[in-house]
Every structure is written in structure tokens, then in C-alpha cells.
């Protein structure tokens, strides 16, 4: 979909995190699919455990360490990641022939949400949630702290030349060409967030690969009751008849009237029909082999 120019707001530049972070190998209680199709390799780990208190801790030292070194010493943050966090879930898309790979896992996700430094949400809402948390706020010297977990994670795309604009779109026939078997679709979170019973933030893939091309949905969706929803998606598409491009689709919307107790798919079906209202940011853009 082409929104009209003049109801684009154009951000700048997003601040992008050098390197990632990764947890442990996978549990025995994942499910690792792996598939081979033309010029690309894909390796899905799929698991339902939550990453448990050790690993938090491993993951939020070395976030924030490496987060505080880039920026000097300005002294202590809270650390609070999200209740549940999918460490095992892991999407890596390889181009063969090139070694590019696009990945998506909660650790990038999270550490791209500490990079950006968003500030609070002030919101009644958000008055009552940090209230709650006045012991951990005393004890820092400074709070920078986005408790919706908003990030603007776009996946990880490795040797792969910077994303040109493109007019080119989505073949939206051939995804839906019910002729196509469905070779592998899974859906799995990468980081929950309840939001003390106030709400819900999520960060999810999807992913179908077909006979004739492959489809990944990012999706990062935050819930305040009665106050805002936020959708922010990044769509991947390679078919396969086009040679060594992908396209990514990047769209932020959100809205503040309007909100009921709405799930991700909802919400995504309303904000699209309100569209171009309430649209933040939107790019379509062209990555080619490096």
C-alpha cells in the first residue's frame, strides 16, 4: 500500500547497535527445522521456554555493559527486561552463494530497544507503574528507562549493502496463490510483557516459505488499556525469480483513540483501516548482495 507523501513523517536515521548479543544453545524441548530451497538456507529454532533467571541476568550485564561503554560513565540504570523473554527462538536466513544472513532473535530485539534510549511514556498509567518502582528508581542515579519496550528492530542483515528505496511491491499474488503448497509457516514471540496488568508488549515472527519465494513478518505490538496501541512491522519478501534482492516493508502506526482490549492481529487490521492516519514512519526498501 502507497501512502500519500504528505502524511509520512520521515525520522531520522535509526541509531543501529553494533554487534548482538546471544544466549546458550538451545534445549533438547526445542525444534530446530532447517530448510534448502534455491540460493537460501533457513534455520528455524523453535522453542516454548523462557529464559530463566541466570540468563536474564547474563543478558542484561552484558547489554548494558556494552551499552554504558558507549556512552561513558553516567552511572547506574535499572535493568528490567520483559517477564518473558524467548531465548531459544531464533529465524536465520541465509543467501548461500553471498554468506548474507537476515536474523531475527529476542537479543537483538532488546538490545536494538536499549540503544534507541526512548524516553518514558508519560501516561497516567505510566505515573502508577514507575510509582510502584520508586525503590528501584532511588537506587539508580539515573532512569532512562522506555517500560513498553518499544524497539525499532528491523531484523539483523549481515553483508548485505545498504537498503535502497525501491517503488517495487510485494507480489502479493504469489503469496496468496492457494495453487503454492506451504513448504514451512511458524509464528513464535521473542518477548513478552504484560506491563503490570496495564496492557502488553510483544515482539513476534512470522515466517511462510513457498516453492517460489519466502515471507517474514516482524512485528513489535504494545498495548496500553484504554490509552494507545502501537504496531511497528517489518515485512521481508524474496522471490526467487528475482535474483539476489530482498525487499523489507518498514510501517509504524499507532493510535490513541479508539483503543479497546485488542490483540496484535486486531490492532494491525484497525490501525491498516484508519491508514494513512496514524502512520509514523513507513519505507519500502531493496537489500542487495553485497
Known sequence: MEYPKQTIVDVPELKRCEGSVHFEEPSSSAATTAVHIRDWSIRLTHGSRIASQEERERLEEEMYSSQEQGEGDQGPTIRNLPEQVYSENVLVLEHRPSGNTIRFSAADALQQWICDGNEPIQLNISEKWQQERKKDAAEATRVVYDWTYTTSYVGSCEGWDVPRETQEQMDKALLMDRRAPILVFDSFPLYVSELDDMGVSEASVKIRVMPECWFVLLRFFLRIDGQLVRIRDARYFCNFGHGETVLREVRWQEATSGVGYC?????????????????????????FVG
Open 263 to 287: 490483540n496484535a492481529d486486531e490492532a494491525a487490521q484497525m490501525l491498516q483501516a484508519l491508514a494513512p492516519s496514524g502512520v509514523q514512519h513507513y519505507a519500502m526498501e531493496k537489500l
